[in-house]
């Protein structure tokens, strides 16, 4: 299979956010509809919606240093070889009178036609962002920003009500925090004008909470980090880890009595954040109290992934993947050379060992799923070496892309893709993320996926169908082959510990 820097239908796009607060850009590289990669990315805080609240005129200042960012971002896509830029604004220039003039000299100074965005486009950007890497068919989703939130309430994976309301952590910050500490009749004032806002929007409070609570932006990414360094949490990986409200809390209650300095020295604490973390989590705080959830689910997706998979998918029938966690597997393999005969195979041997020996294990669907998951990502190591690739695949796993799975699971994953040849499981230093009962479901579904390796030794698919005979005390496993399958026949005979121990019985292969 050629790799997709050979194919010519590979494409770059650069799709650049200018937010309120901060501006960020990404570059991927991807051929569309089949397989996308993440390259390269930016971000630059530049306060564009600072004095805004003033007669709603974007400050010199910010204008220069909003320039100033695009160019950077304008020769770092050049310099990567980026075909199309894809660039928005949102709250800030929305707002701004003097919107016009600020197009002008960004057209003029940086060569970029900036598309001002609606608060409802903002709001569906963000919404495909979310829909295509989290499962996010039922619930709501927020998008805390500079100048402003935006809530959207999903009902089968489709937007039934949005709104943006102008609850930006900048305009927020400069409206009722302009200096810290802040004292308790700033924060009260604060949470009213937050109140009375979430108050008009009847839909965000008009049922019991559905799904879940999905939160974009900065402000979500930091609450997010801060929690982690409290709880010494494992993973660095903010998406997909959750922050609930008794968490956010304390974090105010933390943070509300802090300067500037005292901010900083929180373990976690990005220097972008320190001066409007506070407003932030107010709001995140009160939309939680409004909506009923306790709490929050953070997506490292958003209005700029938003963006780029309208690109990706263009064409096609919908912008949404319509298997957002079959999708990102497959992405995944494809991205490290492993979407393969050799894989694919390896997968129909394990589901055929899980399906028939489940009245002996007594896992389900979502086992089956996860095996058949780590059977297509267990070699990806391959892309930084033979040697120790089951570590070097664990590794991947815990840092690539996988979206849609919970930090849970990608710690089943990748231990799993560890142990696939040999070993038994040790789970440290992710143990905190496993559930009663994970050891013994991984060192059942790790022995399905080492004997099928085993039984796929010469990459051949020599041994084509596998039929398990279960007895009270042995466990037979019949392989047909086409041609010769002595050296598989030979590894898996000698590899069947792991599966003795796991379902308790002996187990012996034979050919038919």
């Known amino acids: 299979m050629a790799m997709a820097s050979e194919n010519k239908s590979v494409e770059r796009v650069g799709v650049i956010d200018l937010g309120s607060n901060t501006a960020r850009l990404v570059i991927y590289h991807y051929e569309p509809g089949v397989h996308f990669k993440l390259i390269d990315q930016a971000r630059q805080r530049v306060r564009l919606a600072e004095g805004l609240n003033d007669g709603l005129q974007l400050q010199p200042e910010p204008i220069e240093r909003a320039i100033e960012t695009l160019n950077l971002f304008r020769s770092l896509c050049d310099a990567s070889g980026v075909a199309e830029i894809i660039a928005v604004a949102t709250s800030a220039v929305r707002d701004a009178q003097n919107q016009a003039d600020f197009l002008r000299q960004v057209k003029r100074r940086a060569r970029l036609d900036l598309r001002v965005l609606t608060g409802d486009e903002e709001a569906w950007y963000g919404y495909v962002g979310v829909s295509n890497t989290l499962d996010a ?39 009722h925090m302009p200096a810290l500490p802040a004292g308790r009749k700033q924060t009260t004032a604060l949470r009213d004008e937050v109140m009375a806002q979430f108050a008009g929007q009847e839909w965000v409070s008009e049922e019991a909470p559905t799904g879940r609570l ?75 109290r409004a909506s009923g959830y306790d709490r929050f689910t953070v997506s490292g997706a958003g209005l700029r992934e938003g963006m780029f998979f309208t690109r990706f998918l263009e064409g096609k029938s919908s912008t949404l993947i319509r298997d957002v966690r079959a999708f990102s597997i497959e992405n995944t393999a494809r991205q490290y050379g492993a979407w393969n005969p050799h894989s694919q195979h390896v997968r129909k041997l394990a589901l055929q060992l899980f399906d028939q020996l489940s009245g002996v294990h007594g896992y389900g669907a979502w086992e089956r799923e996860i095996l058949g998951a780590a059977s297509l990502l267990h070699d990806i190591g391959y892309a930084i070496s033979f040697f120790d690739h ?35 499981i040790d789970c440290e230093p992710n143990c905190d993320l496993l559930e009663p009962g994970d050891q013994q479901r991984m060192a059942a579904m790790a022995a399905m996926l080492r004997l099928a390796e085993y039984l796929e030794r010469g990459r051949r698919q020599s041994v084509r169908e596998l039929t398990c005979n279960v007895g009270a005390a042995e466990i037979v496993i019949t392989a047909r082959t086409r ?17 003795e121990s796991a379902l308790g019985r002996k187990v012996r292969i034979v050919k038919e």
């Open 137 to 175: 068919a039922e619930g709501m989703l927020f998008d805390l920003g500079g100048g402003s939130i935006e809530i959207t309430r999903v009902v089968r994976r489709k937007p039934a009500h949005a709104v943006s309301l102008p609850l930006g952590v900048v305009r927020m910050k400069e409206r």
């Open 214 to 288: 999905i939160g974009m932006g900065g402000t979500a990414r930091a609450l997010a980090k801060l929690d982690q360094e409290a709880r010494k949490y494992p993973l660095e990986r903010v998406h997909g880890y959750v922050v609930t409200a008794a968490a956010i809390d304390g974090l105010i209650d933390q943070m509300k009595g802090l300067d500037l300095r005292g901010l900083q020295a929180m373990p976690g604490m990005h220097e972008d954040r320190i001066d409007v973390i506070l407003p932030g989590a107010i709001i995140v705080r009160e939309l939680l």
């Open 390 to 424: 089951d570590t070097h695949s664990q590794y991947l796993i815990l840092n690539s892309d996988l979206s849609a799975y919970t930090h849970r699971e990608l710690a089943i994953l990748g231990l799993l893709a560890r142990y696939h040849r040999k070993g038994d």
């Open 483 to 499: 041609g010769d399958a002595a050296i598989e026949l030979w590894e898996a005979g000698r590899n069947t510990d792991l599966m």
